[in-house]
C-alpha cells in the first residue's frame, strides 16, 4: 500500500473534518421523533441515575414491570448509557421548557390532547397518552439531543473511519472522500442515523475494533498487549449493546489471533486470550450489574422476564433454531430486506472476485476506473463475509426479525460497514460511468427512505420512493408537526416546506468544502 495521493490541495484532516461536518449536518437534519424503548433508560440516568422506568410504564409495548423490580426494558441498555450523557448535559435547556409547557396548559386547562393524524391506531394512542402525563414535549427535545449530539456524530465519526481506511486501499484521496461519503448516504447508515438505533452503532464499535487491529496503514500505535485488551472491550461493549454482539465478540476474538497468527506460540496464544478477556469483562461485567439490579438475577437476559408477547412461545423466548423463510426475509424482504434497502451492498459478495476484475481490466489496459487501489486482503476480507453469514444466521433463529416490517431494516444494521468495504473493493476495479450510476441510484433511494421512513405499507421500501415523486422533499420531523395539527405554536403548520432548512444545510455543507485553510 503507497502513500495516498492528495486532491486538489485538500489535506487528509481537512478532507476528514469536511466529511464528518458534512455527515453531521445531513443526519441531523432528518432527524425523526420516533421514540424507542432505548429511550427511555437514557432519560431515566439522566434524571436519576436510575433504572427504573416506572413514570413511563405503558408507553411503549417493549416496557414491561417486574414485581418488586419496577419497569424496565427487555433489551441491552449500552446505548442508553452513552446517550444518556448528551441527555443529562442538556437537561438545564431542556427541564426549563417542558415545566413552562406544563405550566401554560395547567393555567389554560388545555389539558385535553390534540388530535394526530396518522393512519396508526398505535401512534395516535402513544400521542394522546404522553401528552396527557406531560411528556410530549420532554421526550422529542430528548431524542433530538440524544440524535443530534451522540447518534449523528457517531455515525459520522464512521464515516470518517471509512475514508480513512479506503484511502490506504485505493491510494487516492479523492477517490477515498467520495466512496466514504456514499456509504455516509448511500447505504442503510443514513436512514438509521435519524434516532437511537443500537444495531447500528453495535457495528460501528466492530468495525472500529476491526480496523484497528487490522491498521492497513502499519502506523502500529499500540502494543500487541494494547490491541487485545482494547479489542475485548470493543467485543464485550457489542453485547452490552445487543446479545447478537455475541457474533462480533468470537468474531473478533478469532480475527485478533489470525491477524498475529505469525508470531503465536503456545503461550502466547494464552496471554493474548487472558488480554482480551480483561478486555471484555468490563463492559460484560456492566451488563450483568444491569440485569442484576433490574431483574434480580446476573445471568438472564432481560427478555427471559418478559411477559407473553408474539411469537415468545417459539423457542427460547422467541428464538430457536434458523429458519429459511427468516434468511430470505432478512435479504430480501420488500419492507426490511438488507439487500431490498441497499442494493450497492450485493456487490460485496463479489468481492472475492474482486481481484479477477482488476487483472483483467489491467490487461486491456482499462484505467477508467475509480483508481488503481488494491483489493482487501483475503484474511480481511473473509472475515467480514464470515461475520455476515454468521450474523445472517443467527438473526434467522429470532422470530421477532418479521416485526422489522415497521421499523425498516434493523437487525442486519451492524454489517453495513463491513459490506461497504467489500462492495468498495469492486467499485473501485468498475468503469466511472456504473460507479456514478449506481452511487445515484442508491443516494436517492436512502435518500427517499430517510426523507419518508414508513415502509410498512403493501409497496415496501418503493412507498417513500413514490412518496417522494408526488410530494416532493420532506423532513421527518415536519412531518411529525404537521400531523399535530399546528398544536405546538403553529410549528409544521400544514403546508410547511422543507426547502429552506434543506438550503441552509446546503449553504453550510458548501462553506465548509470551499474555504480552506491556510495549510490547505
Known amino acids: 500500500m503507497r502513500e495516498p495521493t492528495a486532491w486538489r490541495g485538500y489535506t487528509s484532516r481537512g478532507l476528514a473534518w469536511r466529511i464528518f461536518a458534512t455527515c453531521w449536518i445531513v443526519f441531523t437534519l432528518h ?7 432505548e429511550h427511555y433508560p437514557a432519560m431515566a440516568l439522566g434524571d436519576r441515575l436510575t433504572f427504573r422506568l416506572d413514570e413511563y410504564g405503558g408507553l411503549h409495548p417493549d416496557l414491561f414491570e417486574k414485581e418488586g423490580y419496577g419497569w424496565h426494558i427487555g433489551n441491552n441498555p449500552g446505548i442508553s448509557m452513552l446517550a444518556a450523557i448528551p441527555y443529562a448535559l442538556s437537561r438545564p435547556i431542556i427541564d426549563p421548557i417542558v415545566d413552562r409547557v406544563r405550566e401554560s396548559r395547567r393555567l389554560s386547562g388545555n389539558t385535553a390532547p390534540p388530535g394526530y393524524a396518522s393512519e396508526w391506531p398505535n401512534q395516535r394512542e402513544f400521542f394522546r397518552e404522553a401528552w396527557r402525563r406531560g411528556l410530549d414535549v420532554k421526550l422529542v427535545l430528548s431524542a433530538f439531543v440524544m440524535q443530534a449530539f451522540f447518534m449523528g456524530p457517531v455515525c459520522a465519526l464512521s464515516a470518517v473511519l471509512m475514508f480513512f481506511l479506503l484511502r490506504r486501499l485505493t491510494g487516492h484521496d479523492r477517490t477515498a472522500a467520495g ?14 442515523a435519524a434516532f437511537l438505533n443500537h444495531n447500528m452503532v453495535l457495528g460501528i464499535i466492530a468495525f472500529a475494533a476491526f480496523a484497528a487491529l487490522w491498521d492497513p496503514g502499519g502506523a502500529r500505535r499500540f502494543s500487541l498487549r494494547a490491541q487485545f485488551t482494547l479489542a475485548g472491550v470493543a467485543g464485550g461493549a457489542t453485547v452490552l449493546f445487543d446479545y447478537s454482539g455475541a457474533v462480533f465478540l468470537a468474531g473478533l476474538f478469532i480475527y485478533a489471533h489470525l491477524r498475529h497468527w505469525d508470531t503465536a506460540s503456545g503461550a502466547a496464544v494464552a496471554r493474548r486470550t487472558l488480554w482480551y478477556a480483561l478486555g471484555a469483562i468490563g463492559p460484560l461485567g456492566l451488563l450483568w450489574f444491569y440485569q442484576w439490579r433490574s ?21 427460547y423466548q422467541g428464538y430457536g433454531p434458523p429458519q429459511l423463510e427468516l434468511l430470505v426475509a432478512l435479504a430480501f424482504d420488500h419492507r426490511y430486506g438488507l439487500f431490498v434497502f441497499s442494493p450497492l451492498l450485493l456487490l460485496a459478495l463479489l468481492a472475492p472476485v474482486a481481484g479477477r476484475l482488476r487483472t483483467r481490466g489491467e490487461a486491456r489496459g482499462d484505467v477508467r476506473g475509480l483508481g488503481a487501489g488494491v483489493p482487501v486482503p483475503r484474511r480481511e476480507l473473509w472475515t467480514a463475509l464470515l461475520l455476515f453469514a454468521t450474523l445472517w444466521i443467527f438473526f434467522s433463529g429470532s422470530n421477532y426479525t418479521r416485526l422489522q416490517f415497521n421499523t425498516g431494516m434493523r437487525y442486519m444494521a451492524p454489517i453495513v460497514p463491513f459490506l461497504f468495504l467489500l462492495a468498495a473493493g469492486v467499485l473501485i476495479r468498475l468503469p466511472r460511468l456504473i460507479v456514478g450510476l449506481a452511487a445515484v441510484f442508491s443516494i436517492s433511494l436512502t435518500w427517499c427512505l430517510s426523507m419518508y421512513r414508513e415502509v410498512e405499507r403493501p409497496m ?8 417522494t415523486l408526488v410530494n416532493g422533499f420532506e423532513l421527518p420531523i415536519l412531518s411529525t408537526l404537521e400531523r399535530t395539527g399546528g398544536a405546538y405554536g403553529g410549528l409544521g403548520a400544514e403546508g410547511t416546506s422543507a426547502l429552506p432548512l434543506l438550503a441552509l444545510a446546503a449553504a453550510l455543507i458548501a462553506c465548509a468544502w470551499i474555504r480552506r485553510s491556510a495549510r490547505e
Open 31 to 37: 432527524f425523526a421523533s420516533d421514540i424507542v424503548r
Open 179 to 192: 466512496l466514504a461519503l456514499l456509504y455516509a448516504f448511500g447505504t442503510p447508515l443514513f436512514y438509521r
Open 460 to 467: 415496501g421500501v418503493l412507498d417513500p420512493v413514490l412518496r
Open 295 to 315: 431483574f434480580g438475577h446476573a445471568f438472564f437476559p432481560g427478555q427471559h422476564w418478559m411477559p407473553p408477547v408474539e411469537w415468545i412461545e417459539l423457542g
